[in-house]
């Protein structure tokens, strides 16, 4: 999403000069694209040309800073992004999941392809304690109750661990992408393929009955 981040970053601060504005945006920049950790706030000042003084009046630390980086995120990467392009190209919520890999192709294969934010926070402060993790992984369920609804909309049984299924799919495919395997987003839409297969293929009984439906991992691996 590195292009059309920047694109949605501003259209979404054109027309203001607010000092709080341009120091997210800022720090949308820098954390999205080389992380937490490696960002100083002297980069966050330097970028957004506000002065020190006016940075503190807005956010007392950088943590609180990282903070509303990641709402911003929330935003513009899930919202605005992924859910969007997703609604687009597809209208069947099974389709609709499915169409999360083809996203994502487009994705791994840009030239500013940044990886996951929500995911490369959650590394860099491993402590579950932690207010920057806490906020990452309330992110990351964000993204697995969207996949939740269209399991649901797609009348998918359990659709609680099937979204949980789904999403390991997707985080995995961001990692391999991220190690250079472009290809990933079509290697993950295989097996998600299968998986959503398994959730509508029930085996039957010795009295042709269909058997109860549990897990669609566990299913796709018998």
């Known amino acids: 999403m590195g292009r059309l981040g920047s694109g949605l970053q501003r259209s979404q601060t054109s027309g203001t000069s607010d000092a709080r504005e341009r120091l997210v945006s800022a720090a949308y920049e820098l954390f999205s694209q080389r992380g937490v950790q490696a960002v100083g706030i002297d980069a966050i000042i330097e970028?957004?040309?506000v002065a020190r003084q006016t940075m503190y009046r807005h956010f007392a630390s950088?943590?609180?800073?990282?903070l509303a980086f990641l709402e911003r995120r929330e935003q513009l990467?899930?919202?605005d992004w992924l859910e969007a392009e997703v609604a687009r190209r597809a209208s069947d919520p099974r389709d609709r999941l499915l169409a999360i890999f083809d996203v994502f192709d487009s994705w791994f294969?840009?030239?500013e392809f940044e990886g996951c934010s929500f995911i490369n926070v959650l590394l860099e402060?491993?402590?579950g304690g932690h207010p920057v993790h806490r906020a990452a992984?309330?992110?990351l369920a964000g993204i697995r109750q969207f996949l939740d609804d269209l399991a649901r909309q797609a009348g998918i049984p359990d659709s609680q661990?099937?979204?949980r299924e789904w999403?390991?799919?997707?985080?995995?495919?961001?990692?391999a992408a991220g190690e250079g395997d472009r290809d990933a987003a079509m290697r993950a839409k295989k097996v998600a393929t299968l998986l959503l297969q398994a959730t509508t293929q029930a085996p039957t009984t010795v009295t042709g009955r269909r058997a109860r439906k549990g897990s669609a991992a566990t299913r796709a691996i018998r």
């Open 167 to 175: 999403h390991i799919l997707m985080k995995g495919s961001i990692v």
């Open 77 to 79: 990467w899930t919202r």
């Open 125 to 127: 402060h491993p402590s």
């Open 109 to 111: 294969r840009a030239p």
């Open 137 to 139: 992984a309330a992110y």
């Open 62 to 66: 950088k943590q609180d800073l990282v």
């Open 47 to 49: 970028r957004s040309g």
């Open 161 to 163: 661990s099937f979204a």
